[in-house]
């Protein structure tokens, strides 16, 4: 079969590109009202995915007019020590968002230090409590990287009704928020995992398969319906026998390019748009904030009285 024209990769670039350009509009706009968009990154220790993610993110903040705020602690650092530092976050409204890059060492509880972070504040919708709009079909904050992915199927045109989808990996920040926002497309998702008995026999069987698990070149060509739309997750750092390391997804997409009608590349498809994402969360997390404000201090007794006299 011959390869994929290069139409048939769906790449993350343009798509980015225009969420970016979206987000710095109504960043200035927000801006030159008194609320200026900006987004504190923390980081715990030292992990190769999280630190292509941060330094995208301070690239296109810039692009999108977006205040960026790398805070890094040491592995060692204490739950406590962290709880205090967001806890200061909430309190400064000069902060309008705060993203805690995974994964965090293992002494520390992910799902605490979540809902330390105040849900007005939460720009991937990852507090236990804002995880819960997605089952209610409110999905215009979900977590970036299944907001991305889906945004990419959706580049095919493809009906999401009724589609058979196959989501292979099944983590809080990946492959669950993507069954739960392809369900309320009406799609037919099936999660794999690692205890699924085959993951290939469900794959075949794809319109669109979702591989998120962290293993590169878990996904081959035959384990792919043919003219399947294939999005690859993955972000996994390679390192080449001369030393030179890449990053490669979990799709081996020089085989499976040859079956599935539709591919993300890696790098270049999923991980672009999670940045833009990211930072259109952002704008919907900040005017939830200007909301606030509005409703709090926008109109006042004296206000009234003043106009009155
Ligand atoms: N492009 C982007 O924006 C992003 C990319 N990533 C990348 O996506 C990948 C997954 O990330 P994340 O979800 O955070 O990773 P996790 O390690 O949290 O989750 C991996 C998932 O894969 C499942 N799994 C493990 N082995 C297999 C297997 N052999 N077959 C099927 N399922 C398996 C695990 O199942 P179980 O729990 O049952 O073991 C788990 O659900 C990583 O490469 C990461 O770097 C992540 C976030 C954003
Ligand atoms: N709370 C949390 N949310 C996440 O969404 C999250 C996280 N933690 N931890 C780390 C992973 C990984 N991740 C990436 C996002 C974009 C790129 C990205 O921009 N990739 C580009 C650039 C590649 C490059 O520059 O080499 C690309 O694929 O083309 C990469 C990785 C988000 N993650």
């Known amino acids: 079969?011959?390869?994929?024209?290069?139409?048939?990769?769906?790449?993350?670039?343009?798509?980015?590109?225009?969420?970016?350009?979206?987000?710095?509009?109504?960043?200035?706009?927000?801006?030159?009202?008194?609320?200026?968009?900006?987004?504190?990154?923390?980081?715990?220790?030292?992990?190769?995915?999280?630190?292509?993610?941060?330094?995208?993110?301070?690239?296109?903040?810039?692009?999108?007019?977006?205040?960026?705020?790398?805070?890094?602690?040491p592995a060692d650092v204490t739950a406590g020590e962290l709880e205090a530092a967001i806890a200061g976050m909430n309190a400064d409204p000069r902060v309008t968002g705060i993203i805690i890059q995974r994964p965090v060492p293992a002494h520390i509880p992910i799902k605490a230090l979540q809902s330390a972070i105040h849900p007005l504040k939460d720009v991937e919708g990852m507090h236990p409590a804002s995880i819960g709009n997605i089952v209610y079909n409110q999905l215009d904050l979900a977590p970036c990287t299944a907001a991305a992915s889906v945004e990419l199927l959706k580049e095919t045109g493809l009906d999401l009704k009724g589609l058979e989808v196959v989501v292979v990996g099944h983590s809080e920040i990946v492959g669950k928020p993507i069954a739960f926002l392809l369900m309320s497309e009406g799609a037919t998702v099936t999660v794999c995992h690692h205890m699924t008995r085959s993951v290939a026999a469900h794959a075949r069987r794809a319109d669109a398969l979702f591989v998120a698990v962290g293993k590169p070149r878990l996904i081959k060509a035959d384990m792919v319906k043919p003219g399947a739309a294939v999005i690859d997750i993955g972000i996994n750092a390679e390192t080449a026998p001369d030393g030179s390391t890449r990053i490669v997804g979990d799709v081996d997409t020089d085989s499976v390019k040859d079956v599935a009608s539709w591919i993300t590349p890696v790098p270049g498809g999923v991980g672009p748009v999670t940045v833009a994402i990211l930072l259109r969360n952002t704008m919907v997390a900040l005017n939830r904030q200007r909301e606030l404000y509005r409703r709090t201090y926008g109109a006042t007794d004296a206000g009234g009285r003043l106009a009155a006299e």
Request: hydrophobic share 50%.
């Open 1 to 73: 079969m011959p390869a994929l024209a290069d139409t048939r990769y769906l790449k993350g670039g343009p798509v980015a590109a225009r969420i970016i350009a979206e987000v710095r509009t109504a960043a200035e706009e927000a801006a030159a009202d008194g609320f200026a968009p900006r987004l504190v990154s923390i980081t715990v220790g030292d992990v190769d995915a999280v630190d292509v993610y941060v330094r995208n993110q301070r690239a296109k903040a810039e692009q999108a007019a977006v205040d960026f705020d790398e805070r890094r602690f």
